[in-house]
């Protein structure tokens, strides 16, 4: 089970990864597989624009597909964080979402989404437990 948990919708648009050669040969190439094994036809550099969400896929991609592992990953995005600024509703996430997946490149339904699992936990109505 890999776990990806979300707090604010600029996260979902991370910097480039800073790793070096050949270790960023790698990842390019880990990154080109997965986007055509998903089939994805979108002209935008997965190694740049959103590289967490992209490398989570290529992760899931290398244990399923190229290693046999039964693996799921999951988003778990929240909401109403008021300490990250968070969106305060589903609907507001689900469309970050939809925005960054259709720039992507990934439709709905890909090779790897019966693996992919988008949970939502509204942390605005979490109370501390009581000592």
Known sequence: MLVEA???IPELVSAPTAAGEPSFAKILNSLS??????GS?????????????????AHLYLLRQ??????????????????????????EREAAI??????????????????VVRAFVDVGVLKPAAT
């Open 33 to 38: 597989v997965t986007k055509q094994f998903i």
């Open 6 to 8: 979300k707090a604010h």
């Open 98 to 115: 939809t925005l960054l997946k259709e720039f992507l490149g990934i439709r709905k339904r890909h090779s790897l989404s019966a693996h």
């Open 66 to 91: 190229l290693n046999g592992i039964p693996a799921y990953l999951v988003f778990l995005y929240l909401i109403n964080d008021k300490e990250m600024g968070g969106p305060t509703t589903q609907l």
């Open 41 to 57: 036809h979108s002209q935008a550099d997965w190694s740049t624009c959103s590289s967490q969400y992209t490398n989570r896929l």
